[in-house]
């Protein structure tokens, strides 16, 4: 027991210091972080360097990094300057507003907003790994366990899931309510989806930027299947 307590309380005392040196620093601490909306990462190491990749819609994409001083990264030799705001769980990443911060981006992304820690469950390893476990459930036929797999995903880490993937969790819970006779359940899973669901595939090309529609639209075939079983 004594040996126990000696090995512990260094490693307590390491990461106090941790956190008192981001603190002490101004910079936030160091980790992986996702855009809120699951459209980007953020990644902080110790010593404050750091890199975003975003993606916004039609595939436009922002990348940048450098290292976070007191709070801010001044970026290469232009004009932009990066602000990074701890609170809680959660990052605020704001600019000084110079016209060269956009060119780390394309005409439709942006990489200013909420960045999330977010909880073990929901990181994207975490997330693979439920999924891969719901569908090794599922084959099995065993439907009880799949939809305790993958519904805690989806109304847990629902501020850092991307929209695509999202979707597609619903239509395999939903699938799986089904099996399970719920019928019920299965329409609520997929209702937020069921409005574009009811547009034809060239309504769907008319109301999402090009890239967007062609990733979006195999969904939305697997929506209008799986809503016909849960009505019939």
């Known amino acids: 027991m004594k040996l126990a307590r000696s090995v512990l309380l260094p490693l307590a005392l390491l990461l106090g210091t941790g956190v008192a040196a981001a603190q002490a620093s101004g910079n ?14 953020l990644h ?3 010593g404050g360097r750091f890199d975003i990749t975003t993606i916004g819609t039609n595939a436009h994409t922002c990348a940048l990094d450098g290292t976070i001083v007191r709070g801010k990264a001044k970026l ?38 909420t960045y999330i820690r977010p909880a073990p469950s929901c990181a994207d390893k975490a997330v693979a790994g439920s999924r891969k476990t719901f569908k090794r459930q599922y084959d099995a036929k065993d439907y009880v ?33 089904y099996k399970l006779n719920d019928r019920a359940a299965c329409l609520k899973t997929l209702q937020p989806l069921a409005e574009d669901a009811a547009r034809t595939d060239d309504g769907i090309k008319e109301n999402y930027p090009p890239a967007d529609a062609d990733i979006y639209l195999p969904v939305v075939r697997a929506t209008r299947t799986n809503l016909k079983l849960c009505r019939g």
Do not use: H
């Open 28 to 41: 936030p601490p160091a980790g992986d972080y996702i855009y809120e909306g699951g459209s980007g990462s």
């Open 44 to 46: 902080i190491k110790p």
């Open 76 to 113: 290469d030799d232009t004009g932009c300057v990066v602000s990074f705001s701890a609170e809680a769980d959660k990052l605020q990443v704001t600019t000084n507003g110079s016209d060269q911060c956009r060119g780390y981006c394309g005409m439709r992304a942006a990489f200013e907003g």
């Open 145 to 177: 366990a799949a939809q305790t797999t993958l519904a805690p995903v989806l109304s847990d880490c629902d501020r850092t899931l991307d929209w695509i993937t999202k979707a597609w969790l619903r239509n395999d819970l939903a699938l799986t309510q």
